[in-house]
């Protein structure tokens, strides 16, 4: 604990957590959404009085707070709109349940849910979502090809200073909540749950985004816990369970010839249980001009991982415009640190990297990676860096 309070990022962390404590004082004008004609029946949509009490909350001049009490409201697709709100911090605080209707196609004609577009200072305190998406993925289940791809849950685009603190989400339709084009953003104590098998419901998604925090958050769903897409910068997640799910995934990156890359991600203290991947970085076996940088994976259990540690480079779906080709994805400076535990697969260690961007700087330290109880292999390819400390499987670089 003591490490942890020199680190620079400790004190953004707590200019944030004050900025909660100040805006969930009695102090503040508080607008309630039943003043605005939300049910919380469940039944009765309410979607128009929660963007009315945004909308009043967002005239004010001060810090206000959106005060959502017990109860079930149903809510369509709605845009919490920022860019003409005069408040400079708005506090949602969230004591029910949003569920989205029963026809999933309501929130599938659209691509969000709950969408903050160009909002600064907003906080979400508390509550549940349910986006009721498992008819959804029982649709795309049974190969029917004209499901709709479905709707995110939670959406913040272009948006700065935000804190999404004890929320649960349940049942996405497609991600949790997606961080895109947002700076300083904290993330926790927040709670991912969905079947082990639904389809592309990654939990956390970031992309375009600086500084964003993850803390303290349990996830399980069923594709990746956390993604981590172009133009990420100075991430810190620290503190997370993943499982089931499909890991940590520094990726897909390379799809597009000009992307920006991914720069400067810690990763501490996670749990991976019965995961597919545990730290995963995949890049498009095409070309493009994107990085990754400044990667450190320390610290973690994991438990019955399918591939604890692993590098795709030459990530080609369907085998469609990339088969023989390259990643143009350098990927450099990754430190996998302190990581022991069990993997379902014998290949517990696997770098597979771009031939003409081989992969530098890769280091390995006090990694324990076993596969039934013995020794589990490596695998490597156009990966060069070192080893210290004690590292079992034996590595490859
Ligand atoms: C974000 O918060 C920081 C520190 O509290 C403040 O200096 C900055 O102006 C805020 N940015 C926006 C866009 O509100
Ligand atoms: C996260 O959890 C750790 C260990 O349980 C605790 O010490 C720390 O205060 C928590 N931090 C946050 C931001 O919740
Ligand atoms: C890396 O990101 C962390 C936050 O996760 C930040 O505190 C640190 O200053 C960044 N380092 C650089 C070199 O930008
Ligand atoms: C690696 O982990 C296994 C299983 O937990 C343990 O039995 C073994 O002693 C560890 N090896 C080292 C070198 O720490």
Redesign the pocket.
């Known amino acids: 604990?003591a490490k942890f309070f020199f680190h620079s990022y400790t004190l953004h962390?707590f200019i944030l957590l004050q900025l909660c404590i100040f805006s969930t004082s009695s102090a503040r004008p508080s607008i309630n959404v039943l003043n605005y004609g939300a049910k919380p029946n469940g039944i009765t949509d309410s979607t128009k009085a929660f963007l009315d009490a945004w909308t009043a909350a967002c005239a004010s001049a001060y810090s206000t707070m959106i005060y959502i009490p017990k109860g079930r409201y149903l809510l369509s697709p709605l845009v919490f709109q920022g860019d003409k709100c005069k408040s400079p911090a708005i506090t949602i605080r969230i004591d029910g349940t949003l569920v989205a209707p029963l026809d999933y196609m309501v929130l599938a004609k659209s691509e969000n849910w709950i969408n903050f577009n160009k909002v600064s200072g907003v906080s979400i305190i508390g509550g549940a979502l349910d986006a009721k998406g498992t008819a959804l993925w029982a649709c795309k289940a049974a190969g029917n090809y004209n499901c709709p791809t479905g709707a995110t849950t939670l959406r913040f685009t272009n948006s700065n200073n935000i804190s999404i603190n004890g929320l649960l989400s349940l049942n996405a339709q497609m991600f949790h909540i997606a961080i895109n084009g947002c700076e300083n953003v904290i993330v926790?104590?927040v709670r991912v749950l969905a079947a082990g098998d639904s389809p592309n419901t990654d939990g956390i998604h970031i992309q375009l985004s600086k500084s964003v925090t993850v803390?303290?958050s349990t996830i399980q769903t069923g594709d990746d816990c956390i993604s981590i897409g172009p133009g990420s910068e100075n991430l810190w997640i620290e503190?997370v369970r993943c499982g089931p799910g499909h890991g940590i995934s520094i990726g897909s990156l390379g799809k597009d010839v000009e992307e920006p890359g991914v720069r400067n991600v810690t990763v501490k203290r996670t749990i991976f249980a019965d995961t597919t991947n545990g730290f995963r970085i995949k890049s498009w076996a095409r070309p493009s001009n994107g990085f990754v940088q400044g990667v450190q994976f320390v610290g973690a259990l994991m438990r019955n991982v399918q591939n604890p540690i692993v590098i795709d480079q030459h990530y080609c779906p369907h085998s469609l415009n990339c088969p023989n080709q390259e990643s143009g994805i350098q990927v450099s400076d990754v430190l996998y640190q302190g990581i022991r535990g069990s993997s379902a697969t014998q290949i517990a260690l696997k770098f597979d990297c771009s031939s003409t961007n081989p992969c530098k700087d890769i280091k390995l330290q006090d990694v324990n990676l076993t596969f039934l109880d013995q020794e589990a292999q490596s695998s490597c390819s156009n990966a060069d860096g070192k080893s210290l400390g004690r590292v079992l499987p034996e590595n490859c670089l």
């Open positions: 604990m962390y926790q104590r803390m303290n503190g």
